[in-house]
């Protein structure tokens, strides 16, 4: 079993290359989960929204743990032989599960970048909020993937139970994305 033996963090430097330092964190790839032990450097990146503690872990999603990859704020090492995992690794291991991982990472990544905190959720791909009190439900659809209006219409109805928004995020074969805002809509017999 692999343990960084001074620290479980590195020391911080310059990740983006603008100036500022900040902490890499090693994180631990074991059995389908990466975390990192509950330090207090940790409360950092859950206080950006980041993993869920449980006992003295912060275990992260598969899309927290890409994108912090990513983003060169963890190194992620297998558990039980230290070695290091680069983030193709990563995405090849979770892809065996969840064939579409990487189109709801890029969903998952946009929304990151544009400010909102982004979680998984049960009926929909993502629940996001950040930028006011609204909260938002995401469903996304693909080029490739299925879609159906009844579908559409029971996420529309399971929204408005939520009392959430819901929003469409449409990605094409090159990755483009647009989000539509989805509500029901009531027509009178006169108008039909």
């Known amino acids: 079993m692999y343990k960084h033996p001074k620290y479980e963090y590195l020391p911080p430097r310059d990740v983006a290359g603008d100036g500022i330092l900040m902490e890499t964190f090693y994180a631990y790839y074991s059995d389908g989960t990466v975390y990192t032990p509950y330090a207090e450097g940790v409360t950092d990146l859950l206080e950006r929204g980041f993993g869920t503690i449980k006992g003295k872990k912060l275990i992260l999603s598969p899309y927290e743990c890409f994108f912090l990859k990513e983003k060169g704020r963890i190194s992620v090492v297998e558990k039980k032989t230290g070695r290091s995992l680069s983030l193709k690794e990563l995405v090849r291991e979770y892809s065996r599960k969840r064939r579409e991982i990487w189109i709801k990472y890029l969903v998952y990544r946009d929304l990151r970048e544009r400010g909102y905190i982004v979680r998984e959720a049960s009926k929909v791909d993502f629940e996001i909020h950040g930028k006011g009190a609204e909260r938002r439900l995401i469903s996304i659809v693909y ?49 039909v």
């Open 143 to 191: 080029e490739g993937g299925e879609a159906n209006i009844k579908e559409l219409e029971a996420l529309q109805r399971y929204a408005a139970e939520q009392r959430k928004e819901l929003v469409l995020a449409v990605i094409d074969r090159r990755t483009d994305l647009v989000y539509y805002s989805v509500e029901e809509m009531t027509f009178n017999k006169s108008q």
